[in-house]
């Protein structure tokens, strides 16, 4: 089930526990440290978390964040379109000490008095998805900023000045 607004904080052991998922629709806008980021917080995240108690009795969450965001492209410093489409693999956890003992396939999620905010766990998985660097296809680029960032410029190639010592090494040799 897909609903449009999400709770802002929820209870991993209650929702592990009863095996429920979370499932809906979470504006850009609301997420600041990541439009602070992006060109635009025009948008939304598509979320989507199973829960569940594993083998171990960790408290599991699996599921996937989709988006579409506007970051700016190096080259232009114009827009550019940039789908993300995270698989998420979560453990959850009451400190740092549990965090480092987690295997490798979940990443821990430290909660706060048995609580998380969803929207701050969404906006941590997206900003350490974006591209460190992002750049247009070289077509879609403004013409004028690809004039500068092209490997081949209008200057001119190095003249080979002759060597200064050459006239010393001619007398050596008489």
Known sequence: MLND?????FDPRREANHELSISGILPLNQLKELCAALASDVGEVVVHLDFKVDEDRRYIATGNLKSQ???ICQRCLGPVSYDLDI???LAFVYD???AKKIPEEYDPVVMTNGEVVLS???EEELLLALPIVA???ESGCNPAALKYASSTDDAEDEVI?????????ELKAK
Not at 5 to 9: D, I, V
Request: a neutral charge; aromatic letters at 10%.
């Open 135 to 137: 750049y247009h296809q």
């Open 87 to 89: 698989d998420l693999s």
């Open 96 to 98: 740092e000490d549990h």
């Open 120 to 122: 701050k766990l969404v």
């Open 5 to 9: 607004s999400l709770p802002k904080y």
């Open 69 to 71: 965001v506007q970051i």
């Open 161 to 169: 000045k002759p060597n200064p010592f050459s006239i010393l090494a």
